[in-house]
């Protein structure tokens, strides 16, 4: 069960079409607009309602972009933003998952998986592409980096506090819908304010789908959290590139791919106009996504080439460098392909992403979206195409990437945990 954009379903596929090849008798739950998706990858579909990119798209949505750099306000604002859409997706989940002897949720709609799970007596188990639980050793997604001066605290536990603190701040945002949820959907008693850290030690087992060489496993986590390596989709032996796509690739040197995913521009024209005169000003070459952007098709020089959905394990393998809004899904499929990265960040963990791919050389600095310019995106275009460091380090993170199977190892850890225990008992006792 997810909710979200094409990046937040597309690795629960691939973890579900793995369980299916194990044994498991799997259905996904996520929104009437992915079925086409998920039944083409030969598994069972039941919708989970609600349109988030209709959300993404209204002025309320908008808004909601332009606070992306402020994690406070960002969550306020997307909690009042989300509310029906919430409530919209907790019916259809309670409705889809009712028979269901286990339920493996997304962990961004853990309150309703949480609520869920009490509701059916049934076990949930958590997956996640971003690290969730606090640790002493490495910061949380949501926490911005310490100034110079106060980095002593780091010895003094600084990152564990912080994301416990975060974690708080979290739920008692989302306490309202998540209650509303509790008592209008699924008739049970409203939970308390306070999250609970100890749900990361002796709770739930959470799965994590992303690769310990990208962001490695603190040493302080139970054995509760556990890290797979990246869900990556099957190639489909059916899916053919257009023809104007392949002569494009072939008429020149490899280009530049540029794609900001979900994520909606409030002037299109305007976007349009600044990636022009950072591919001028490089003599790059594009292959441009018009994504959720609804970038015009219109105006383009002859050096770009726009695409709709194109599979990135394909893509990825044939460009220079790609320029990405940080999703974790385009991230990983960016660092798997051995391709430079420049990662340009909206909202929630992307900042985190395009932290993490400087660190590990694999990319410049990310740009925040606020502060994008033509000639920002150029410097960073040349560094990432142009700096041997940088293409040495992500070509090498790549071979790492590729020889890992994230979903052989979820589905063994999948496998042993639910090894004799009675169907719609709590995974509880898994970690305790």
Not at 78 to 104: C, N, Q, S, Y
Not at 126 to 144: C, H, I, K
Not at 263 to 281: G, K, S
């Amino acid at each position: 069960m997810s909710s979200g954009s094409r990046g937040d379903v597309q690795p629960f596929i691939a973890l579900a079409q793995g369980l299916k090849n194990a044994g498991f008798d799997i259905t996904v739950v996520t929104h009437e607009s992915y079925r086409p998706f998920v039944t083409g990858a030969g598994l069972d579909f039941r919708t989970l309602g609600g349109d988030p990119r209709h959300v993404l798209n209204t002025p309320a949505g908008q808004e909601l972009m332009e606070s992306g750099d402020n994690i406070r306000v960002f969550f306020q604002k997307m909690v009042k933003l989300a509310e029906p859409l919430v409530i919209e997706v907790a019916r259809g989940a309670l409705t889809a998952v009712a028979d269901a002897d286990l339920v493996l949720c997304s962990s961004s709609m853990y309150f309703v998986g949480e609520a869920l799970g009490e509701k059916l007596s049934c076990p949930v188990v958590f997956l996640s592409l971003q690290p969730m639980a606090p640790s002493r050793e490495q910061p949380g997604v949501f926490q911005t980096p310490l100034s110079p001066r106060f980095k002593f605290l780091e010895r003094w536990g600084y990152f564990e506090a912080a994301s416990v603190v975060g974690l708080q701040f979290y739920a008692r945002v989302y306490r309202p819908i998540c209650n509303r949820v509790r008592s209008e959907v699924m008739q049970i008693p409203p939970r308390s304010r306070w999250f609970r850290p100890q749900v990361f030690k002796n709770g739930p087992l959470f799965l994590y789908g992303y690769s310990s060489h990208v962001v490695p496993r603190p040493g302080d986590w139970s054995s509760t959290q556990q890290v797979c390596g990246y869900w990556i989709m099957q190639p489909r032996t059916d899916w053919r590139p257009a023809p104007e796509l392949e002569r494009f690739l072939d008429d020149g040197p490899p280009p530049v791919y540029i794609g900001f995913g979900s994520m909606p521009f409030d002037d299109p024209t305007q976007m349009q106009a600044l990636l022009i005169e950072a591919l001028e000003r490089t003599g790059q070459r594009a292959v441009i996504s018009q994504g959720w952007g609804s970038l015009g098709a219109a105006g383009w020089p002859d050096s770009v080439h726009l695409v709709g959905d194109v599979p990135h394990e394909w893509l990825f393998q044939r460009v220079s460098a790609v320029v990405h809004h940080g999703g974790a899904g385009t991230t990983a499929a960016g660092l798997r392909a051995g391709a430079p990265t420049i990662v340009v960040p909206h909202i929630a963990d992307q900042p985190y992403w395009g932290r993490r791919v400087q660190t590990l050389g694999c990319g410049p600095a990310p740009i925040p979206r606020k502060r994008l310019t033509p000639s920002l995106l150029a410097a960073a275009i040349q560094q990432a195409t142009q700096d041997p460091a940088i293409r040495s380090a992500a070509r090498q993170l790549g071979e790492r990437l590729r020889s890992e199977d994230g979903v052989a190892i979820a589905v063994d850890h999948l496998t042993r945990a639910l090894a004799g225990l009675p169907q719609k008992e709590s995974l509880a006792a898994v970690g305790s």
